[in-house]
T-cell receptor, first 113, second 116 residues
Framework: NAGVMQNPRHLVRRRGQEARLRCSPM?????VYWYRQLPEEGLKFMVY????????ESGMPKERFSAEFPKEGPSILRIQQVVRGDSAAYFC???????????FGDGTRLSIL | AQKVTQAQTEISVVEKEDVTLDCVYE???????LFWYKQPPSGELVFLIRRNSFDEQNEISGRYSWNFQKSTSSFNFTITASQVVDSAVYFC?????????????FGQGTTLQVKP
């Protein structure tokens, strides 16, 4: 979808395990955004990153969640010690400098057993 | 505070009917973007339109049209002669220029069901 690649498409974890979600932005895009969509809800902003920098993490839960966008490789959203409430669809979007327009990946559906 | 409200949770129409999805937003910025996205049952997000706050011209793209009214802080979306393939969840979103983060604030979404 618009060149933003997210994997895996579906991820199943047991409570207490770690979940790693990957996002490769569109070619030429240096800005990455992560959003979370809980069941039956709209998308909520989590974090905004540029290469090697977290610019805005105002939407990230204070514990267990972290994100990075290294100089080389995809952006990673990491959830440690997952709980049932982490079950959601996690979308990544990328943009050129300036932040617009954002192109979304197909999302990762995280299910916690 | 930034906020996007889509008051209609679910709408059901019969094919070929026209349908309007409402979107009302709140922002303190004078410069901002508004968006509509479509999320079909397969789950991906499909970009439909972006409008900046300085451009109040209505836009038409095929069966889709958008009515942006700054005076009422609304950005409504109309589908003319709806089709079954239009069945999806539609999200309205806002992005402010200030802070230059570009993050999107989404409404709760409107689920549109078009019956044959």
């Amino acid at each position: 979808n618009a060149g933003v690649m997210q994997n895996p498409r579906h991820l199943v974890r047991r409570r207490g395990q770690e979940a790693r979600l990957r996002c490769s932005p569109m070619k030429g895009h240096s800005h990455v955004y992560w959003y979370r969509q809980l069941p039956e809800e709209g998308l909520k902003f989590m974090v905004y990153l540029q290469k090697e920098n977290i610019i805005d993490e105002s939407g990230m839960p204070k514990e267990r969640f972290s994100a990075e966008f290294p100089k080389e490789g995809p952006s990673i959203l990491r959830i440690q010690q997952v709980v049932r409430g982490d079950s959601a669809a996690y979308f990544c979007a990328s943009s050129p400098p300036g932040g617009q327009p954002q192109h979304f990946g197909d999302g990762t559906r995280l299910s916690i057993l | 505070a930034q906020k996007v409200t889509q008051a209609q949770t679910e709408i059901s129409v019969v094919e070929k009917e026209d349908v309007t999805l409402d979107c009302v937003y709140e922002t303190r910025d004078t410069t901002y973007y508004l968006f509509w996205y479509k999320q079909p049952p397969s789950g991906e997000l499909v970009f439909l339109i972006r409008r900046n706050s300085f451009d109040e011209q209505n836009e038409i793209s095929g069966r889709y049209s958008w009515n942006f009214q700054k005076s009422t802080s609304s950005f409504n979306f109309t589908i003319t002669a709806s089709q079954v393939v239009d069945s999806a969840v539609y999200f309205c979103a806002l992005s402010e220029f200030s802070g230059n983060t570009g993050k999107l604030i989404f409404g709760q979404g409107t689920t549109l069901q078009v019956k044959p």
